[in-house]
């Protein structure tokens, strides 16, 4: 039997999950400066990258890039960071995690498969060109 999570440590993970929704960057960055891992993740398996590219905060994404995230780390459903960028029409974004060496392959659908899917042809260059 596992045991269920300490409440304070939900209630501070779920803070924590939130600055990364709302882009706020220096709050968030104190926190990943302070030892909480680049890479953490939620109960979906989303990273705090993926929840900052989805609701397009670039200068988040880049800031926990800089501190050691996965640009391509995949959620529980085989989405990327990136994939869900291109969904959401977030180019910047979409420049920063490229910059952070994700790989438009990577995830299912992947990005290459979403940006062809909307008839993004333009990130279809970029992409060519990473």
Do not use: C
């Amino acid at each position: 039997m596992t045991e269920a999570p300490d409440p304070e440590v939900v209630e501070l993970a779920t803070k924590i999950f939130d600055l990364a929704r709302q882009g706020q960057t220096e709050a968030l960055v104190a926190y990943v400066d302070a030892g909480v891992p680049a890479n953490l993740t939620n109960d979906r398996g989303d990273s705090l990258v993926m929840l900052a590219a989805y609701h397009g905060h670039s200068d988040a994404v880049r800031a926990l890039l800089a501190r050691g995230a996965e640009a391509g780390r995949v959620n529980d459903r085989g989405q990327t960071p990136l994939a869900g960028a291109v969904f959401k029409g977030e180019t910047e974004v979409i420049k920063a995690l490229l910059d952070g060496g994700a790989d438009p392959a990577e995830g299912t659908p992947s990005a290459v498969d979403t940006a062809r899917m909307f008839g993004k042809t333009e990130l279809l260059e970029l992409f060519g060109a990473h």
